[in-house]
Structure formats: structure tokens, C-alpha cells
């Protein structure tokens, strides 16, 4: 096994987190504008804690002003719904995200649908879903895109350049990974299906694939024998497994939803879990927050 098949999205987060960094450094200087980003979290789920924490690290590094809005695990839909209405009205607020999953009295779509689509950082919202959908990509309207899977993107464009022509599979038709990973792809030109657990010939289906994206939450799912040798396999599987040891009966690790240690000899590239589409999320929710406050302010965002 050689290396450099390894896409390391920790290192490509960190150099893309130094650019905006760059940049909201020079928007401050030029326009006086700091970026906010408010990230919003019902409850107290552990996982979401951590997501929140590292968000705000992230933000605060790369020059942009977080706030944390931590609500009580009981708050209501109305009561969440408010604060919604007072940051999309903060004009220090360029992006706003609440964490998912909410607790269970409060309706996931009504929070999304409830977002500035301007400030809507997640690309969540059904104006910006739809703009994605219409190839809608510039000027002061354009898509928020889906942090994830724009994080795909560019790891994918930086190791194979132009997409187009190619053949790619999503492995999973979520609305926050895999239809919006398909619409891009469309966009660069790729020959796209989307696959998931109902599919017929599924392991053959994966062999077409010149690009593999494996976005089904189940832990090694995707074996060697699935992919197309030299083909690029991006695993944003994030799902944590028993691997216990005589010392710890209790061990844990993460693994993605790719059997990386089979994949990796026959890919061409390949991101590993942890270390490959994680970092590049968060990387591409300040991205997202820094195009949105210029946007919101008649400001040529920066290319990412
Ligand atoms: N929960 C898990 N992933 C995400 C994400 O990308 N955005 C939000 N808002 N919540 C999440």
C-alpha cells in the first residue's frame, strides 16, 4: 500500500481553514465585516456536544465570530422558532445552525424552513436545496451548499481534477449527504446514480463506479471487491464499533463505511475515517459562513 492514495482530509481542512483564515482577515481590513456564525443546540447529546465545541474552536481560529445558543433539552418548537426569528435579524449573524437531531417535540423541517436561506450555512433549507438542484451557483441568490458533501467535492477535483465524463456512485440518497453530493457531481459533469440498501447488484453497481462516495451509516459496508481498481472512493461514514482487547474488553473504534483495509489496495484514492471528510466539513462551514457574510453585505465572495 502506497501513501499517497491516502486523501488527507485533515491536512487538506487545515490548509483550506488558513485560507479563510486569509480571508476574513482581508474582509475586515477592506469592509470592516466580521463573519458570525450562531450554532444553535437543543439538548444534551454527547456526539452534538463535541460537533458544537469543535465548531466554534474552528470558527474563532479561522476569524469569524461564533456564538453558542445552548437550550434546555425541554424548550419548545415556538421557543426555538424565536430564537431563530432574532438571529436572522441579528446583522452581526451571517449563518446560522442548528444542530441536529432536535429532540423529539420539535419538528426538524419547521427549524430549517424557519432559516434565512441567506444565512442558512447547512444548505438545509428548500430554497437553497432547490438552487442547488437548478445548477443556481452564482451571484447574490446562489445555493448554500451542504458542507459535507462540498467538502467531497473539492477532495475529489484536488486529486482528479476535472470530474467530467466520469462515472460515480453515491452510496446513499440522504438529504443532508447523498442527493445533494448527486446534484453536484451532475454538475461537474459526472455520470451519476445514486445507490442505496434497496439496490439491485449493489456490490456491481459500486464496481462502474470511477468515483465511490459511501454515505450509508453502515460500518464497512463497502468491500474491496466493491470498487473499480484505481477507482476514488470517498467514506463518509462515521460509525463507532466494539473492538475490544484482552486489556480493554470495552474498546471501541471508529470505522467509515468502507472496509478500508480491503478498499485501499485496490482503490486509486481514498479518504480514511477518522482523518478524511470530517475535517473538510467543518473547513466548509466557515467557508460557507464567510461567502454568506459577503454575500448578505454586496461583497464578491472568495472562490474555496
Ligand atoms: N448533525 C450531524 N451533521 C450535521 C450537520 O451537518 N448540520 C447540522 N445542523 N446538524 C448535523
Known amino acids: 500500500m502506497s501513501n499517497d492514495k491516502i486523501i488527507d482530509g485533515k491536512a487538506f481542512a487545515e490548509a483550506l481553514r488558513e485560507r479563510i483564515g486569509t480571508e476574513t482577515a482581508a474582509l475586515k481590513d477592506a469592509h470592516g465585516l466580521v463573519p458570525g456564525l450562531a450554532v444553535v443546540l437543543v439538548g444534551e447529546d454527547p456526539a452534538s456536544q463535541v460537533y458544537v465545541r469543535n465548531k466554534g474552536k474552528a470558527a474563532a481560529a479561522a476569524g469569524i465570530t461564533a456564538s453558542d445558543h445552548r437550550l434546555d433539552a425541554s424548550t419548545t418548537q415556538d421557543e426555538l422558532l424565536a430564537l431563530v426569528d432574532k438571529l436572522n435579524n441579528d446583522p452581526t ?12 417535540q420539535i419538528d426538524p423541517n419547521a427549524v430549517i424552513d424557519a432559516i434565512a436561506p441567506a444565512k442558512d450555512v447547512d444548505g438545509f433549507h428548500v430554497i437553497n436545496t432547490g438552487r ?25 477535483e484536488d486529486r482528479l481534477g476535472d470530474l467530467s465524463g466520469l462515472n460515480a456512485v453515491v452510496l446513499g440518497r440522504s438529504n443532508i449527504v447523498g442527493k445533494p453530493m448527486a446534484a453536484l457531481l ?30 450509508v451509516g453502515r460500518p464497512q459496508m463497502v468491500q474491496g471487491d466493491w470498487i473499480k481498481p484505481g477507482a476514488a472512493v470517498i467514506d463518509v461514514g462515521i460509525n463507532r464499533i466494539d473492538a475490544p482487547t484482552t486489556e480493554d474488553p470495552d474498546k471501541t473504534r471508529l470505522v467509515g463505511d468502507v472496509d478500508f483495509d480491503s478498499a485501499v489496495e485496490v482503490a486509486g484514492a481514498i ?3 477518522p482523518g478524511g471528510v470530517g475535517p473538510m466539513t467543518i473547513a466548509c462551514l466557515l467557508a460557507n459562513t464567510v461567502t454568506a457574510a459577503c454575500r448578505q453585505n454586496g461583497i464578491t465572495p472568495p472562490k474555496f
Open 132 to 156: 442547488l438542484a437548478t445548477g443556481q451557483m452564482d451571484g447574490p441568490d446562489a445555493a448554500m451548499v451542504p458542507c459535507t458533501p462540498l467538502g467531497c467535492k473539492m477532495m475529489l
Open 271 to 273: 479518504t480514511p475515517v
Open 186 to 215: 451532475t454538475q461537474a459533469s459526472c455520470t451519476v446514480t445514486i445507490a442505496h440498501s434497496r439496490t439491485k447488484n449493489l456490490a456491481e453497481v459500486c464496481r462502474g463506479a470511477d468515483i465511490l462516495v459511501a454515505a
Open 93 to 104: 449573524v451571517h449563518g446560522i445552525l442548528v444542530q441536529l437531531p432536535v429532540p423529539d
